[in-house]
């Protein structure tokens, strides 16, 4: 107990990143434990540190007996000042624990101070029973626990690079970074928790890419990952990219492996690739095409995009087509309908084998560009259009701001808090199978089933035509009305506000007493939720993923 002292405990968090134990060189091993001082103290108030480590399961101390038989080491504090946090800290070598440090095993530590009136001691000595009992009085309380974890030395496996991360040669039609994050020992249960990847010019060591944070696509083996880079290269030129990773136990590192992009053998896919905008739409239809002449293939395609607003160089994927068994002939038509107003597209399709390796590539070598004048609320290939009375009455940006107003100023203090920002704005328009004329939203035949004929003979016997027919206008209306009420997030499309994924919220009705309600409008409230990238898209369900 620290008595007649003004010296405070260490700071300590409740746990400490993991650190590596190297196996092959004991010598090299240590870990460092880091903390704050109390605001009360400075580094020249304290002579030197203690410090106790135990077991996290048995609680029986981990120093060596024979070296430490008071279960306690003194040490010196050091400081780094790189750092803008928890900047002082002590080493724990290797050589210090009894065995070693151990893998999937957690030590408690304690760390307290000793003031400068303390009678002096050299960090190191051993037995400390006498001078323990003399100087408690000038001892801070310990600190909190703080875990601390060794693990295994971890290597980043990049397939194509060998051990030192040299320079390879890159063929063009290869954008994708198969991976693997391997221990040294076997028996480690430590696993990759994220990681990141960014692509960067190696001459003008511009940011190209960025992945953001990524998590493993492999449910089998969770230190693998399967990354596709979004980026156009060009041939003969040199890239690098690197991988920030974090595992579980808090350990993070980042490696840099750089490349130069050659034009494969193989790089140009025998399929010819159209796209057709349709502007009342609001779509483009991208057509794939292969002679069933052609040699036999088999694999998935994945037809992929890229646009003006990144001048073409950063590919998104969009639609997988999967041919488990090899096909010669192949005829395929997609619909685009994530496309943005105004905007310049570029497709290709790309070949994937069944290893999940990217090869060839066809690109299309001039965009297309469609131009719609309606509103669009769509998931995935199912649209409602929005063409008679289109309204956005309202849009603002949420942005979380405060105001601090004080006696000393003329003028309050404003403060941005967090990262919120997203759009909010009115929405609404006329209902009516009109705005349905190519049925993209729902068919007749799905509307009416089985009693399709049925009705349809019944308007003929009773003269009942497009302009009367309150039978398909209430039921087109209940879909529409299902459609903006369900949970399901949507991507909303309009030539004037851009593309944004919403959710319709506050809905509300009218009736059009003019024509004896035989048309509704309604109005509604969309809130922003994410971005409208082609990611995002799938993520919120309102992009297909691969074809099943």
């Not at 040299?166 to 696993?191: H, R």
């Not at 595992?247 to 050659?262: E, G, P």
């Amino acid at each position: 107990m620290a008595i007649n002292n003004n010296l405070y405990p260490p700071i300590i968090k409740t746990y400490m990143p993991a650190f590596v134990t190297n196996s092959s060189n004991v010598e090299e091993t240590t870990c460092k434990v880091y903390f704050s001082l109390s605001p009360y103290n400075k580094p020249t108030d304290i002579a030197n540190v203690q410090v106790t480590i135990r077991d996290q399961n048995s609680n029986k101390s981990m120093l060596k007996r024979a070296d430490y038989p008071s279960e306690v080491k003194i040490t010196s504090l050091q400081e780094d000042t790189t750092r803008k946090v928890d900047k002082f800290y002590i080493e724990i070598p290797e050589t210090d624990i009894q065995g070693g440090w151990k893998i999937n095993k957690y030590y408690r530590i304690q760390v307290r101070f000793t003031d400068t009136n303390a009678e002096a001691i050299e960090p190191g000595t051993i037995k400390l029973d006498t001078w323990l009992s003399a100087n408690y009085e000038h001892f801070s309380e310990w600190s909190t626990v703080c875990l601390v974890r060794a693990i295994s030395t971890p290597t980043l496996e990049i397939s194509g690079y060998d051990m030192d991360n040299q320079q390879i040669v890159w063929s063009l039609a290869n954008t994708q970074i198969l991976g693997k994050l391997a221990f040294e020992d076997e028996e480690e249960t430590d696993v990759l928790k994220h990681y990141q990847i960014k692509l960067y010019d190696t001459e003008t060591d511009t940011l190209l890419s960025d992945s953001g944070i990524q998590y493993s696509n492999n449910y089998n083996d969770l230190n693998s990952f399967n990354y596709t880079l979004p980026y156009n290269f060009e041939l003969n030129k040199e890239y690098y990219f690197t991988i920030e990773y974090l595992t579980m136990a808090n350990y993070s590192k980042m490696d840099t492996f750089n490349f130069t992009v050659v034009l494969g053998t193989e790089d140009i896919l025998d399929i010819a690739i159209t796209a057709t905008p349709d502007n009342e739409n609001g779509r483009i239809g991208v057509t794939l095409k292969r002679a069933s002449t052609a040699n036999p293939m088999f694999g998935t395609l994945v037809i992929r995009r890229s646009s003006s607003k990144n001048n073409f160089t950063i590919w998104e994927d969009l639609k997988f087509f999967s041919y488990p068994e090899a096909i010669t002939g192949i005829k395929e038509t997609w619909y685009d309908y994530t496309v943005e107003s105004d905007i310049w597209y570029k497709y290709c399709v790309q070949l994937i084998n069944t290893e999940l390796q990217r090869g060839q590539v066809k690109e299309m070598k001039t965009p297309v560009l469609v131009s719609f004048e309606d509103m669009f609320l769509t998931v995935k290939d199912r649209q409602l259009k929005i063409k008679f009375n289109p309204q956005v009455s309202s849009f603002r940006r949420t942005i979380q701001e405060s105001r601090t107003e004080t006696l000393g100023s003329q003028y309050p203090f404003i403060r941005r808090n967090g990262y919120m920002d997203y759009a909010q704005f009115s929405i609404g328009g006329l209902i009516s199978f009109f705005i349905d004329e190519d049925q993209l939203f729902i068919t007749r035949d799905k509307l009416f089933g089985k009693q399709l004929n049925s009705y349809a003979n019944y308007n003929d016997t009773n003269r009942i035509d497009n302009y009367n027919n309150y039978i398909y206008e209430r039921k087109f209306r209940d879909e529409v009305i299902k459609f903006l009420y369900d949970e399901n997030v949507k991507l909303f499309r309009s030539p004037t506000e851009g593309n944004f994924v919403v959710k319709v919220m506050d809905i509300n009705l009218n009736p059009t007493t003019e024509l004896g309600r035989y048309l509704w409008s309604f109005s509604g409230t969309a809130y922003e939720i994410a971005n409208s990238d082609a990611k995002s898209l799938q993520e919120m369900g309102i992009l297909e993923g691969i074809d099943s």
